[in-house]
T-cell receptor
Framework: KNEVEQSPQNLTAQEGEFITINCSYS?????LHWLQQHPGGGIVSLFM???GKKKHGRLIATINIQEKHSSLHITASHPRDSAVYIC???????????FGKGTKLTVNP | DAGVIQSPRHEVTEMGQEVTLRCKPI?????LFWYRQTMMRGLELLIY????????DSGMPEDRFSAKMPNASFSTLKIQPSEPRDSAVYFC???????????FGNGTRLTVT
């Protein structure tokens, strides 16, 4: 079993829909990262969190340490949100990240 | 700041040739990471440095791979000799340290024929 599991693997939505991507992990972590990779290939860090909730524009990330679970929400989704979203966790005291396989999101106009 | 700069963007080479990938981290960042991304395995950490010192190279596939960070503003990842299975996108990233956001370069797409 992978240490970081994401669901769903693929997600197709209509513009304007509320999107949720889930990430579960099985190890003790120091922080959890959400990354976005656009079709062009570049990777951007969206959030890094170790507790609670963070919001940036239409994106919201939450984490529940007890349940070892994080969610990434996108409100009022737009075709430009189409990308692969990757969850990664920092294990214990290390800077080494373990990555999920990613969720491919397609938002249709 | 220009961000993390990687070169080249694309590299096509023949099996057996030496390949050198280059990375300039963001100024002031203490940690530098080399990742490889393939369709089959996703993103994998190859090696990371802290203050120019290699900390964890357990992800380096085999002796054909080597990485150096001679100073705070430059790192190289070398593959010698290259093999077709090394074909992947190689990303360099830097951060200010533990529990800091990662900043990725645009990656080098390597094709070994």
């Amino acid at each position: 079993k992978n240490e970081v599991e994401q669901s769903p693997q693929n997600l197709t939505a209509q513009e304007g829909e509320f999107i949720t991507i889930n990430c579960s992990y099985s190890v003790g972590i120091s922080a959890l990262h959400w990354l976005q990779q656009h079709p062009g290939g570049g990777i951007v860090s969206l959030f890094m969190l170790s507790s609670g909730k963070k919001k940036h524009g239409r994106l919201i990330a939450t984490i529940n340490i007890q349940e070892k679970h994080s969610s990434l929400h996108i409100t009022a989704s737009h075709p430009r949100d189409s990308a692969v979203y990757i969850c990664a966790v920092g294990k214990g005291g290390s800077e080494k990240l373990v990555f999920g396989k990613g969720t491919k999101l397609t938002v249709n106009p | 700041d220009a961000g993390v700069i990687q070169s080249p963007r694309h590299e096509v080479t023949e099996m057996g040739q030496e390949v050198t990938l280059r990375c300039k981290p963001i100024s002031g960042h203490n940690s530098l990471f080399w990742y490889r991304q393939t369709m089959m395995r996703g993103l994998e950490l190859l090696i990371y440095f802290n203050n120019n010192v290699p900390i964890d190279d357990s992800g380096m596939p085999e002796d054909r791979f080597s990485a150096k960070m001679p100073n705070a503003s430059f790192s190289t990842l070398k593959i010698q000799p290259s093999e077709p299975r090394d074909s992947a996108v190689y990303f360099c990233a830097s951060s200010e340290g533990r529990n800091s956001p990662l900043h990725f370069g645009n990656g080098t797409r390597l094709t070994v024929t």
